[in-house]
């Protein structure tokens, strides 16, 4: 996320614009006891991510249906 409303994904060609409009962006990771990881010692901790949740808020940019809409999920990464 760059942090004036574009989140990018950059595959091996440069940074490709995904989703626009984002208003807020979190990556939050858990271990196996559901403890969140603090993001001070995430370096430290690579190994022991169990989940990772994301939090984004997004705000339309069409004209008729303006709003902000709240996204959340969790995924848990595989092979671990």
């Given amino acids: 996320w760059d942090g004036v ?18 208003t807020a962006f979190q990556l939050s990771y858990y ?8 993001s001070a010692s995430l370096s430290a901790s690579l190994a022991n991510i169990r989940r990772v949740v994301i939090s984004m808020t997004v705000q339309s940019t069409a004209a008729e249906e303006r709003g902000h809409f709240a996204l959340n999920a969790a995924v848990r990464p595989r092979n671990l």
């Fill in 5 to 22: 409303g574009t989140l990018s994904r950059n595959s091996g060609a440069g940074a490709q614009p995904v989703v626009t409009g984002v």
């Fill in 31 to 38: 271990d196996a006891t559901e403890t969140l990881i603090p």
